[in-house]
């Protein structure tokens, strides 16, 4: 999906790519970086992960997001073609390059490790930091990225263009980007290093023996005194590696019954949450060398909570974000641009995951503290938008959201009433949930475009669409059903 106020859009990514390289070639010059620049040579693009072009149409149609209808309505609006696969690392990586994925080598959010023969993350990792002794950390962490080829906003960098990169996904590491600025999002880990890890403490859970952890969280049984709890549970690998055990959580909670609150203490800080409420951004510190008990090597991180119930007590905590002021692995180009958002606007999320779709799809929280979560997000990534905007020092801004396809992925089915996972039930409660995302969606293009003014274009992206879910294929099971796989036991 493409809409593009100003001119016709071009069809593919190749096209909207050149387009972007076009307007960077001819209409912006490379004025000094104490110069500002003229609304005329400028250029923004808002991304929104997985909308759908024909729902878009039909909601414009129906004049439901009345300002991206009035931006087509003054330049154009197309169906955009996606990549083989239309996955979004590699559609977004096409984006960013300008090359299929045959030539920037992402074809996948996994691929496999050919010692192993396991699967393994598609687009990157973490180089681990290194240490003398132990004790003394010689280098830092440091992102990596599988993709090959060099990003648009890094060439015109190069160029003189003044550049603002916000949150494409796949683009981490942040690229060097010479008088500009970068955040990285999607692909950012949390603290454990993965995609996003949440934390889910009841009191009325079974016993280890009797538990499996889902996909993407931990469930952790709680045992109460009273109305109190504390409870150790294994947190981030030790960075120093070599064989350590990973480092140690302590979370206590105290029910609050006249309150209808619980208290939560972690890493020294401490909250007072209403039963369904939200605490607000703990930053925590988890001495890693601390000699005398002063931390010499340490991780910081930002998470919250929320109070599910209190009888039992059920409590989620969010995944381990890095701090902005402090990231395990650097999140920006400058470095310190990630702290310097987070001194203007406050704590954010910074794990590339950010809507916990985990935790909602394990039922371990439900819909609306889901849709709390993505809009207040949402909003987070509108203010660092906007912020960027009202500077007078860029010609090229690019800022996605991906909030539109965390809500496709979970509330699509509630569109259909023939899907197997409808329910009429929740369909009642939030069968506009989608609808609602792309209002908002609508309503940050609005802001954009009158902060802009008419002689600034403005491009609205997606890198793919979205269906119905109903069948899938396991390759596994294709290939062994026709003899090109093997089963056998995996060496420990």
Not at 84 to 103: E, K, L
Not at 144 to 163: D, I, K, M, N, T
Not at 374 to 379: A, K, V
């Amino acid at each position: 999906m493409v809409v593009w106020g100003g001119a016709t859009a071009a069809r593919g990514w190749r096209g909207v790519w050149l387009m972007v390289v076009a307007l960077l070639t001819l209409g912006m010059g490379c004025g000094g970086p104490s110069q500002s620049v003229r609304p005329g040579r400028r250029l923004v693009i808002l991304g929104f992960d997985g909308v759908d072009p024909r729902l878009l149409a039909n909601w414009m149609a129906e004049g439901k997001l009345p300002r991206l209808r009035q931006l087509s309505e003054g330049g154009d609006f197309r169906p955009l073609g996606s990549t083989n696969p239309p996955q979004s690392p590699v559609a977004w990586t096409s984006f960013a390059t300008g090359t299929p994925p045959a030539r920037h080598g992402i074809f996948d959010f996994v691929e496999r490790d050919p010692r192993t023969m396991l699967p393994d993350i598609g687009t990157g990792g973490l180089q681990p930091p290194r240490y003398w002794g132990g004790i003394l950390r010689t280098a830092s962490a440091e992102g990596y990225s599988r993709r090959r080829g060099v990003p648009f906003w890094e060439l015109a960098a190069e160029h003189g263009v003044r550049v603002d990169i916000l949150r494409v996904p796949y683009a981490f590491p942040p690229d060097p980007v010479q008088g500009g600025r970068m955040l990285s999002g999607l692909g950012v880990p949390d603290l454990l290093g993965t995609n996003s890890t949440f934390f889910y403490f009841a009191s009325d859970l079974a016993p280890d023996a009797r538990r499996r952890d889902p996909g993407g969280g931990r469930l952790v049984p709680l045992t109460l005194a009273g109305d109190e709890g504390t409870v150790d549970v294994p947190g981030p690998p030790d960075p120093r590696g070599e064989g350590r055990p990973p480092l140690s959580l302590r979370v206590s909670f105290r029910i609050d019954r006249a309150g209808d609150a619980a208290v939560v203490r972690f890493a020294g800080e401490e909250a007072r949450v209403r039963r369904g409420g939200w605490s607000p951004w703990l930053a925590f510190r988890l001495p890693v060398v601390a000699p005398l008990g002063l931390p010499l090597v340490a991780l910081d991180g930002l998470c919250r909570f929320h109070v599910i119930s209190l009888d039992p007590l059920r409590v989620y905590m969010s995944p381990l974000n890095y701090a902005p002021a402090h990231p395990f692995a650097p999140l920006s180009s400058p470095f310190g641009y990630a702290a310097e958002l987070a001194a203007a606007l406050g704590p954010y999320k910074t794990v590339g995951w950010s809507e916990d779709t985990s935790a909602l799809n394990a039922e371990r929280i439900d819909e609306e503290a889901f849709l709390t979560d993505l809009n207040q997000t949402m909003d987070d990534v509108r203010a660092s938008t906007l912020r960027e905007l009202d500077r007078d020092d860029w010609q090229l801004l690019v800022s996605v959201f991906t909030q539109t396809d965390r809500v496709a992925h979970m509330f699509y089915r509630l569109l259909d009433p023939t899907h197997p996972r409808y329910d009429a039930t929740l369909a009642a409660r939030y069968g506009n949930a989608v609808l609602d995302v792309y209002r908002r969606m609508d309503a940050i293009v609005g802001e954009v475009v009158d902060r802009v003014g008419p002689e600034t274009p403005v491009l609205v992206i997606s890198d793919h669409g979205f269906h119905s879910y109903r069948m899938g294929l396991n390759v596994n099971t294709w290939l062994r059903d026709h003899g090109y796989l093997v089963q056998g036991a995996i060496a420990a």
